[in-house]
């Protein structure tokens, strides 16, 4: 059973960095696209970035202070995010599929998410 667990979420000051993790179970990681989306309160789930099964990434979300990055040998994906300010408060989520997307409804199996706060 194909399995998106996400972590690495919390609270955290305006400027500071946050490293978000995707780990997969029950297939490989590399086989796939590998997207991150967003959802703050009251807005529509924006992707943010995606990894495709060849390695390439997609910022959708056109900032420069996220990255995403793929460890094979963990099965894990993940999304560094730098200079974060309180406009990125949103649960964050992974979600794999066979190609990249900036649309939510590409992409077939999803994680629980994880909340990001960015406060002082």
């Known amino acids: 059973q194909l399995q998106l667990v996400e972590s690495g979420g919390g609270l955290v000051q305006p400027g500071g960095s946050l490293r978000l993790s995707c780990a997969a179970s029950?297939?490989?990681?590399?086989?796939?696209?590998i997207g991150w989306f967003r959802q703050a309160p009251g807005k529509e789930r924006e992707g943010v970035l995606c990894?495709?099964?060849?390695?390439?990434s997609t910022n959708y979300a056109g900032s420069v202070r996220f990255t995403i990055s793929r460890d094979n040998a963990k099965n894990t994906v993940y999304l560094q995010m730098n200079s974060l300010t309180p406009e990125d408060t949103a649960i964050y989520y992974c979600?794999?599929?066979?190609?990249?997307?900036?649309?939510?409804?590409?992409?077939?199996?999803w994680g629980q998410g994880t909340q990001v706060t960015v406060s002082s």
């Open positions: 979600a794999a599929d066979y190609y990249c997307s900036p649309r939510a409804s590409d992409f077939g199996s």
């Open positions: 029950g297939f490989t990681l590399d086989y796939y696209g």
């Open positions: 990894i495709s099964s060849s390695g390439r």
